[in-house]
């Protein structure tokens, strides 16, 4: 049942983020260690990007979707981590109301976003595979194009129904959150009403954003493994394997945890615990989805050896 606070109740205008606080001390270690984390996530998602662009080898649907996959990793770590530094720096902890609502939309859309882009990814390994002479009519430049911006717009309605409905509950204190950033459940739980109904819209969401692309991204892999069991050569089906094998690691890498912390009950809700493994899909999968993608892609390695040697010519 809604419960509509007092009217003599006051409205918190602004949240008190607990983070990773500590002594000021441990504060500039993990400002450091932060920041650290941060520049080289932009780093090494920017030099894909940047990679993907100069390499004209690289002009397919398949790099085309790792460089939108790069671009909303760098959105994604920027929409928590600038002002958690700030917070860390400044030893000030508050965030607006304001405030709260944009980096909730921000990291609702930008994290929506990456669930169906892997969708997409999935669907293009299995076109590669599967009909690898239909490969670029199938996946046309403009479907591409299409694709993408589909992903980004579905990803923000879906994450303004979610910030629009946490948001607009009434918060008349206390306004402490104990997380790193405005995250939905986290912020909800202080409402001075119930919220169940916003609960089971969450859970909707969760299902539909988390279990349908895991289901999505299993058939195409099903059909994929069966095309590459019809490979008679074992150098044929490695191959087809491996240009596989780097989106399933980043797959695991970004469900796992996303699925821990967004589709289970929330009597099992441990805020401490959550901060932990909110913080490796945030940050650590940011860092961590360069580095698979280059360390096991050979036209990576050579788009970047290419340029490394041309500047070399420059100077």
Not at 157 to 178: A, E, K, W
Request: with cysteine; charged share 10%; hydrophobic share 50%.
């Amino acid at each position: 049942m809604w419960m509509l606070p007092a009217q003599n109740q006051s409205w918190v205008s602004e949240f008190i983020l607990v983070g990773f606080y500590s002594d000021p001390t441990s504060n500039s270690i993990l400002f450091f260690a932060f920041l650290l984390l941060y520049l080289s996530s932009l780093l090494g998602n920017g030099l894909i990007v940047t990679l993907i662009c100069l390499d004209s080898h690289l002009h397919t649907p398949m790099y085309f979707f790792l460089s939108v996959l790069s671009l909303l990793d760098m959105g994604y770590v920027t929409s928590t981590m600038p002002q958690m530094l700030v917070q860390l720096l400044a030893q000030s902890q508050t965030i607006s109301f304001a405030g709260c609502w944009l980096q909730m939309c921000a990291f609702g859309a930008l994290g929506l976003s990456e669930s169906i882009i892997f969708v997409i990814m999935a669907y293009d390994r299995y076109v590669a595979i599967c009909y690898p002479l239909h490969y670029t009519l199938i996946l046309s430049w403009g479907l591409c194009t299409r694709l993408a911006a589909g992903t980004v717009a579905c990803g923000l309605f879906l994450s303004l129904i979610h910030t629009f409905l946490t948001m607009r509950l009434p918060y008349c204190g206390p306004n402490i959150v104990n997380h790193y950033f405005c995250e939905g459940p986290s912020v909800r739980s202080l409402a001075c009403m119930d919220t169940h109904l916003i609960e089971m819209v969450d859970l909707v969401i969760s299902v539909f954003m988390v279990g349908s692309p895991l289901s999505l991204i299993l058939t195409s892999y099903i059909r994929i493994a069966l095309a590459i069991l019809k490979v008679k050569s074992t150098r044929g089906q490695f191959k087809a394997f491996s240009t596989c094998a780097s989106h399933l690691t980043v797959v695991i890498l970004f469900y796992a945890p996303a699925t821990y912390i967004y589709m289970r009950p929330n009597s099992s809700y441990s805020p401490e615990h959550d901060k932990q493994i909110s913080l490796f899909y945030n940050v650590f999968t940011a860092l961590l989805n360069p580095v698979v993608y280059s360390l096991r892609n050979k036209d990576i390695k050579g788009a970047f050896l290419k340029v490394t040697k041309c500047s070399r010519v420059a100077w």
